[in-house]
């Protein structure tokens, strides 16, 4: 059986959601999409001190490359091959704990690190 979200073959058992026949991985990304705006997810987050050594190696590439300006986020995940699921979960993890943030500019979001100001071709 092929999951109709990721089209991978599923080792094991398979999900229906609206219709939908779903691998664990796409069932589980369905029930609990990430959220960029959270305040207890901060909260949490900030409480755990978490350090750029300990996150995960997608979320330190994402911060390693923001370290060189600005970046729209499609193009991050062109980048660092990251599927749209994979980069929106971290950005929401990343955010929550205040390292990283979105800009609008025009219809396309920036990410940026969270303690930077916004580039100055932003601001026009």
């Known amino acids: 059986m092929i999951c109709q979200r990721c089209g991978q073959e599923i080792d094991g058992e398979s999900y229906e959601r609206f219709g939908e026949v ?4 796409c069932y589980l990304d ?3 999409p990430p959220k960029a705006c ?5 909260h949490s987050a900030k409480g755990l001190e978490s350090s750029q050594d300990e996150l995960p190696p ?3 590439k994402i911060l390693d490359r923001l370290a060189q300006g600005p970046v729209e986020v499609s193009r991050m995940a062109r980048e660092l091959s990251l599927s749209p699921d994979e980069l929106s979960r ?3 993890a990343l955010r929550h704990m205040e390292k990283v943030r979105a800009f609008p500019l025009g219809e396309q979001r920036f990410l940026i690190l969270f303690h930077q100001a916004n580039p100055d071709w932003a601001e026009a």
């Open 58 to 60: 997608s979320q330190r």
């Open 30 to 32: 369905a029930l609990t």
């Open 38 to 42: 959270d305040p207890w997810a901060v």
């Open 22 to 25: 779903l691998c664990e991985d």
């Open 90 to 92: 971290d950005l929401a």
